[in-house]
């Protein structure tokens, strides 16, 4: 079976918290600069845009500059820029946005894919689902929603 699953390349940013006050409390997405910054502990997790890449793994200035950009606008002076972590990631991307879970040709792989700029959001919640089909168990999560596409072939391990 072939799916419609195609590389992205995923542009992050980790920052430490200098000013708890004058940062996040929960995840802002932010449609001018198109990204998403969530608080994950003492830090800030700023994910950009997601591009389709052909495994092309190369962080760009431009992107950077935005992922800084964002953060330092919208929270100036809650983090440290000069302990930014910058990062590339690859990643699997449906073209509408549906999860994708499934068993593949691999016995012991499965697949977890969901568009590029969500799945960072959706991975726990998907990896727990995958996790209760691997293992016979009911999802915690209601699999019949149109967004979810679980695949025919048995997920549960021989």
Do not use: Q
């Not at 389709?52 to 760009?60: D, G, V």
């Not at 700029?117 to 998907?126: K, L, P």
């Not at 996790?131 to 048995?154: F, K, Q």
Request: charged share 15%; with cysteine; proline share 5%.
């Amino acid at each position: 079976m072939k799916l419609p699953v195609c590389p992205v390349t995923g542009s992050s940013i980790s920052v430490p918290i200098v000013d708890a006050d004058r940062a996040p409390v929960s995840t802002v997405v932010d449609e001018t600069y198109k990204i998403a910054i969530a608080r994950l502990g003492d830090r800030n997790c700023v994910r950009g845009t997601a591009a389709t890449s052909f495994f092309a793994n190369i962080l760009r200035a431009r992107r950077r500059e935005t992922l800084t950009l964002s953060v330092v606008d919208l929270f100036g002076g809650a983090p440290d820029l000069s302990k930014a972590t910058y990062w590339n990631c690859l990643g699997p991307k449906t073209p509408v946005g549906t999860l994708v879970l499934c068993a593949t040709s691999l016995s012991i792989l499965r697949l977890n894919a969901v568009s590029g700029t969500i799945g960072r959001t959706m991975s726990t919640g998907s990896t727990g689902v995958l996790a209760a089909l691997i293992s016979g168990r009911a999802a915690e999560i209601n699999t019949s929603d149109p967004g979810i596409a679980l695949c025919s072939h048995r997920m549960a391990s021989s």
